[in-house]
Structures are given as C-alpha cells and as structure tokens.
C-alpha cells in the first residue's frame, strides 16, 4: 500500500514508445507506487521486467498475477538479484529505511535507478547517495507521479501564464485513509515519518507549480490515538517561507474515515498577486484573477507518466522533466521539515 492513490498517469495515454534498444528492467520491492512502473509497460514494447525482489511470497503471487510480469523470476533477497541478472535499470520500491542502501548497491554495479520517495531517511545516507550518483555516472529519477497528473499540470500551466501573477502563498493538503498498513509503517527505522513519506510528494508539487522555492520551515507531528499505526505520525503541519517573502503551509493526516468515497483527499491552492487557482477533487480545477470571472478548468492536460518519461530521458535524451536537483531539493525539505518538528525549532532549508 503506497503513501498516494494510483497516479491517473499510470493510467493515460495508450500510445506505444519506442526505445533503440531491449531495456532490462528489475523491480527491487513491491511497496509503494509499483503500478507506476507496472502499467505503462503496455505502451513500451522494448522494456521487460526480467526480475523482481521481495521476500513476501503473498506479494509475489499477486504481482506475477500481471501477464507483463508475468515471466519475471523472483528473489527474495535483491542482493541475489543483482548479482545474478543482467540489467539496465531497477525500480527501487522497497520499505522507505532500507531504500538508500538498495539505492546505493544499483548504483555500486552501474543500474539506472527510478527508485520510491524519499532517497533516504536520514541526511547522511542522502549525501551518500548523491555521492555515489557523482561516481557512478548513471541516471538517478524518484517516483514522484503527481506532478504529471492532470489537475497539478494544469495549475503549473496557469501560473506559467502569467495570470494569478507571482504567487505568495501556497496551501496544500494530504488527508489519507490509515486503513491496515504493513508492519514497516508502525516502526521509525523502516518509516521514516509521515512528513518525508507522503509529504515529498506535495513539497515537490508546491514548489513545481508555484516557480518558488522554500528558505525555512517549522513544523509539527503527533500521532494520537490508533495504537495500531505504531510510530506512525497520524496528523503533521508544515508553515514554509517562500523565497519571496510569501507564505506556504502543508497539513497532512491519516484521519480520512472508511466511509470517505476516496482514499485521500489531497488539494493545492496557489494564491498569488493577480488571483488565486487552486484544485480539490470535490471541485476540480479552478481559477479566479484579476483578468477574468471564477471559471472551473474543463479541459485539463493529458495524463503523464514519470517511469515512460524517465526512460524517453535516458535512453531518447529528452530533456529530464523531473531534475536531479529538484529530487535532491525536495528530500531535503522534508527531511528538515521533519527535523523541526524533532528538534521544535525553525530550521534553515
């Protein structure tokens, strides 16, 4: 079970991609966004999942259950996997405590990496990383999905415009099901926090859409109530200060009741000093600016999708749309943003 619903990328276009050469890939883990590399294997005739690792052998079944992946050979240990497949690239999508080590041993043997949010857990481990990347000299991209959905591509579009002018605050909200997690949640080592877990992805949204970036940050986490949840933080809140002097905020929980009709709830409103757009799914898209009437955004953009994006990158050199700095950026955030809410004080980003 990922940090984020299924990304409506993963699900968009059917038009087929062609690469100049067969692509190996192996999945490393079956947590977090897998369908992300899973579903648009249909439209990538040269790429095969050739093996995957996971010790659950109840997950294996269910991923093999796929007719694409259906011929991967299975490891419980990724060590194995490495050692003894021939790869191009490993999609990393293990428990958030283990990732930066699966990262850095993909790397150590020269794999492109599209790896699970955050890199690493803990500062050190994210400069070994990018240490490593330096060595290497291989392509390192996140999963980070929800920057190509629809309604966050058509809010950067609208501030890209010039219509709600420079934007100088930014709101943004994650609100989840807990539902029955795997035990990997419940444990700080394996975790990680709520903040670095689902917070990356609304951190690299708020910064993507808005042209901004943050320059400090306070934050707050608790977990009250659900022994269950373990170590798991159930409700944090983020304030930013943007470059520009603005303000931004991100409040998250995992308090969204079974009954809800969704999994999450997730919503992004940027104001700026011309208008205001923002989008929630209860709404959609909407703007309103100096320049126009309130009006709801009907057509929105085509869905994307981050792994077909990555490989077109790598292997067609297209321009990267998700940079390794803006990856490195947005782990850092949030690893700071959780060590304010550790530490109780403002930290510098």
């Not at 690299?204 to 707050?220: E, I, K, Y």
């Not at 320049?291 to 994006?309: D, Q």
Request: hydrophobic fraction near 40%; glycine fraction near 8%; aromatic fraction near 6%.
């Amino acid at each position: 079970m990922g940090g984020a619903p299924l990304s409506a990328a993963a699900l968009g276009s059917t038009d087929i991609v062609r690469l100049p050469r067969k692509v190996r890939v192996a999945v490393l883990g079956l947590d977090g966004h897998v369908a992300e590399i899973v579903n648009p294997l249909p439209r990538l005739p040269e790429v095969e999942v050739t093996a995957f690792s996971d010790p659950d052998s109840k997950a294996a079944a269910r991923f093999v259950k796929n007719p694409r992946v259906a011929a991967a050979r299975h490891y419980t240990s990724y060590t194995q996997m490495l050692e003894r497949e021939q790869l191009d690239m490993v999609a990393i999508c293990n428990n958030n405590g283990e990732r930066a080590e699966a990262i850095l041993a993909c790397l150590k043997r020269h794999l492109h990496v599209i790896a699970e949010k955050p890199l690493a857990i803990e500062k050190p481990d994210l400069e070994r990383v990018k240490e490593a990347v330096k060595v290497s000299g291989v392509r390192l991209s996140m999963l980070l999905p929800m920057r190509y959905d629809p309604p966050y591509l058509a809010l950067k579009e609208i501030v890209d415009s010039g219509e709600i002018g420079e934007v100088i605050q930014i709101a943004a909200q994650k609100s989840y099901k807990a539902g029955a997690r795997p035990a990997w949640y419940t444990h700080r080592e394996t975790y990680g926090g709520t903040i670095p877990w689902i917070g990356i992805h609304m951190v690299d949204l708020m910064l993507h859409t808005s042209g901004r970036n943050f320059t400090d940050a306070v934050s707050f986490q608790a977990h009250i109530g659900f022994p269950e949840l373990g170590d798991m933080e159930n409700v944090t809140a983020t304030l930013f200060r943007l470059d520009n002097g603005g303000a931004g905020t991100l409040r998250m929980d995992y308090l969204r009741p079974s009954t809800a009709p969704t999994h999450g709830d997730d919503r992004l409103r940027l104001a700026g000093t011309k208008g205001v757009a923002e989008y929630m799914e209860a709404t959609g898209v909407t703007v309103i600016s100096a320049g126009s009437a309130p009006r709801v955004i009907k057509k929105l953009p085509e869905p994307r999708s981050v792994f077909l994006e990555c490989l077109e990158s790598v292997y067609l050199g297209k321009p990267e749309t998700l940079t390794l700095p803006e990856i490195y950026r947005s782990n850092e955030i949030v690893l700071a943003a959780r060590a304010s809410a550790e530490l109780h004080s403002i930290v510098k980003l």
